[in-house]
C-alpha cells in the first residue's frame, strides 16, 4: 500500500476542506438568491397586475398606468375577458387581439384568485435561433366597483337564470369579475446572475487551490523539516552515539518532541555508561570470587595443604565466594523477573512491627561490628498490621536497612519508625550517615547505580531497584529524603489491613 508523505497529506486534507467548504457555500447562495429573488419578483408582479386590474376596473385610460407599471421592455401585459379572449395586450406579437389566452386560469380568476406560474412563454428576440425564456406569470381578477342597493336589485332582476332557475345562491353584493389582467416577465437576468455568482465561484476555486498549495507548503515544511532533523538524530542514536541533539525552532508540541529525544539521548547516554560500569564492576566481582574458588581448590586438590585448621580455612573461604557470587546472581535474576511482571505476590496480612524487630535482631550483629545502633521508635499504639506480600517486604526491609548500615558513620545511629496513617502503614528508614549528593538522589532508583564507587565492590547496585519494583508492584510508592553529609531517610507504605 502507497504511503504518503506530510506534504501531500496536509495539501489534499487542506484543499478538500476548502473546496468541500466553498462547493456548500455555491449552492447555499445559489439556491437561496434564486428562491429569494423569485418570490421578490412575484410579489412585485402581484402588486402590479393587481394596480393595473384598479386602473381597468374604473374604466381609466390604460395607456398611462401601461408605461408606468412597465419595468423591462421584455414585460408583457395581456387583458382578457371572463371568457379568455384577449382585449388588450401590450410587450409581444405572440399574443393578438381575439386570441384566447390563459384558458386553464380563467376558473380560478372568476373566484376571485391569483395565479402564478414559472413557464417558458417569451421568446429571446436577440437570439439568432428562436429560444425560450424563463418566466413568471401572474394573473389577478378585474373586480368591477360595488355599486347601490339599488343597482344591485336591478342587476338581479335582470338575470335570466333568476326568472327561469330561480335564485342559484349568487351573491350580487360580491363585486363582479369580467376580465383578467396577466403579467409575464422574463427570468432571464435572475439565471444571468446566478451564471455570474458561479464564473465567480470558479474563480474563487482557482485562487483557493494556489492559496491552500501555498498554506499546506508552509504548514508541511514546519512539520516535516523538524520531523526529519528528530529522525536523523533518532537513528543517530540508534548507531549508539548517544551525544546527538536536536535544536528545534518550531512550534512547542515540536519543540517537546526535540526535548524528549534529548532527554531519551541523555538517558540512554548514562544507561549506557552505568551499564559499562555495572559489567565491568560485576566482572570484577565475578572474577574475584572465581579466583578464589579455582586458587584454593587447586591448593586443596594439589595436596598443597599442610594442616587441617588451613583446609577448613580454604573450604570456608570457597564457601563464602561461592555464597556471595549466588547471592549476585539470583538478585539479577530477581531484579528482571519483577520487572518483566513474572511473579506473583503472594498477599497476607501481617505485624509490620514483629517484622521490623526480627529484621533488627537479624542484622543488628553487623551493624555492631562498626557499633552502629539499630532502634524501632515507637509513633503510636496502634496495631501495625499490613497486607502485602511477606517474603517481599522482608526483602525490602532487609535491602534498606543494610543500605543505612553500610552508609552510616561509625558509632552512629539507625531509627525505623512505623505508623499508621488513614489506610495506610508507614515505615521510615533514617540513619546519620554520608547522605546522597542531589545530583544523585533521581537516578538512585536505577539498576546497577551506585553513588559510591569506593564502595561498589560491596553492593552490585541492584539493592533499591529491587525496592521500588517490589514496593510498586503492591500499588504503593517509596521516597527518599537525603542531605549530604547529614544521612537520609526512605520511606514507603503499604495498605493496612482490617477484619472488621
Sequence with gaps: MRSYGIAFKLWASILAMTLLLLVFTLIFQTEFLNDFYYEQEKEQLEKDCIRLANYVARGQNFTIPYYSVMRRVNDIIVITD???????????????????FGKKYISKILKGDTVHEQNKMIRNPYSVWPKEMDTLLVGVPVKQPMGTAQENKQRMQESKQYFIEGYNGTDFSRPEINEAVYIITTLEY????????????????IVAIILASAISYLLSQGFSNPLKIINNAAMEISKGNYNTRVDLHS?????????????LAGQLSRVEKIRREFVANVSHEIRTPLSYLQGYSEILMDGLVE????????????????????????????????????????????????????????????????????????????????????????????NLINNAIKHSYDYGDINIRAFRQDDRIYVCIKDFGEGIEAEDLPFIWDRFYTTDKKKSEDSSGLGLAIV?????????????????????????YLPSYSEF
Design 82 to 100: 371572463k371568457t379568455g379572449k384577449i382585449i388588450y395586450v401590450e410587450g409581444t406579437n405572440q399574443y393578438k387581439l381575439g386570441d384566447t
Design 190 to 205: 435572475m439565471q444571468t446572475t446566478i451564471e455570474a455568482i458561479r464564473k465567480q465561484f470558479l474563480y474563487i476555486f
Design 251 to 263: 512550534s512547542r508540541e515540536i519543540k517537546e518532541l526535540g526535548n524528549t529525544m534529548n532527554n
Design 307 to 398: 594442616t587441617e585448621e588451613d583446609r577448613q580455612r580454604y573450604l570456608g573461604i570457597i564457601m563464602d565466594e561461592t555464597v556471595r557470587l549466588k547471592t549476585m546472581v539470583n538478585e539479577i535474576l530477581q531484579l528482571s523477573q519483577i520487572e518483566a511482571g513474572h511473579i506473583q505476590l503472594q498477599m497476607v496480612p501481617f505485624s509490620m512491627e514483629a517484622m521490623i524487630k526480627r529484621m533488627i535482631d537479624k542484622l543488628l550483629p553487623y551493624a555492631s561490628k562498626r557499633n552502629i545502633s539499630i532502634k524501632l521508635v515507637k509513633v503510636s499504639e496502634d496495631v501495625l498490621t499490613c497486607y502485602g506480600d511477606e517474603n517481599r517486604i522482608k526483602q525490602v526491609l532487609i
Design 468 to 492: 521500588k519494583n517490589i514496593i510498586n508492584a503492591h500499588g504503593c510508592e517509596v521516597n527518599v529524603y537525603s542531605i549530604s553529609g547529614e544521612g537520609s531517610e526512605f520511606c514507603f
